[in-house]
């Protein structure tokens, strides 16, 4: 089993910056793709970005490319989502999640663990 544990969420300015966490236990990320989802009220989980287990590989969804970068530490076991020049439209709640295949996938579906989400607030 593996645990995640996010955090870094918080209200922020329209413009502003934050920077997530998702801390791992229990199995190292290294083996495992990662991604970050959202999900804002009254609508369906959103692919934001993933990782996949080869270095280098990441991937967006087109509303973030450019203001958002996922990185990840495998010494520390711990994901991260910069996110810069925030919207109101990126309000929602930010969950981690690992992924068995390494790929790095779009697909909620295909994630395996999750953690309990930070909530994001951009005030406009």
């Known amino acids: 089993q593996m645990q995640l544990v996010e955090s870094g969420g918080g209200l922020v300015q329209d413009g502003g910056s934050l920077r997530l966490s998702c801390a791992a236990s229990?199995?190292?990320?290294?083996?495992?793709?990662m991604g970050w989802f959202r999900q804002a009220p009254g609508r369906e989980r959103e692919f934001v970005a993933a990782?996949?287990?080869?270095?280098?590989?990441?991937y967006y969804v087109d509303s973030v490319k450019g203001r958002f970068t996922i990185s990840r530490d495998n010494a520390k076991n711990t994901l991260y989502l910069q996110m810069n020049s925030l919207k109101p439209e990126d309000t929602a709640v930010y969950y981690c999640?690992?992924?068995?295949?390494?790929?790095?996938?779009?697909?909620?579906?295909?994630?395996?663990?999750w953690g309990q989400g930070t909530q994001v607030t951009v005030s406009s």
């Open positions: 990782s996949s287990w080869i270095a280098g590989r990441a």
């Open positions: 999640a690992a992924q068995f295949s390494g790929r790095g996938s779009r697909a909620f579906s295909e994630y395996n663990y």
């Open positions: 229990g199995r190292t990320i290294s083996n495992y793709g």
